[in-house]
């Protein structure tokens, strides 16, 4: 199984953690019902099997002292969020960043909208448009029909959270190095 990571795109990684939070929900957050509707299936030897199994049961474990059987991320997802908050952050300050900082401007107009119609309208920019992204991938899955308006908003969020996932992988690697 092809899993993303965080070193090579951080992005792509918390959507992929945020699916399992739900996958494990739907599994209600009973490790032998991931085993026979995940790991089963997913995995190919007994090791890799064994592996997944210590590796879902600790995040079922992280779920339930974090208080998030129904909704909600885990604290660990709540940390990238907020990293990638503060990377974004520092981007928009840097004059070196013009490329970053019109992509993100050209993205606020979208981020608006979506704020004006989610449930949180305080929630950070960031998480509005990881929320927009997870939302799309839901819609996909469904074959629902997606507005043009949606369409244009989830390309402009995707330039964006592309262009951060890999601002981030640039200095995670340079802070490797050293």
Known sequence: MNIPTKRDNIAEYLLYMWQTEDLLRACELDIDKVQQSVINSA????????AARDWYEGLIMMMKSEGLRNEGHLQINQNIVLELTDLHLRLLKDPKESEYIALYYNT???IVSLRARGADKQAPELETC??????YMFLKLQQREISAETQAAVTQITALLRRLSLKYK???EEDSEV
């Open 43 to 50: 995995y190919q030897t007994a090791e890799e099997r064994a």
């Open 108 to 110: 606020l107009p979208h």
């Open 130 to 135: 990881f929320t927009a992204l997870y939302g």
């Open 170 to 172: 640039t200095i995670d």
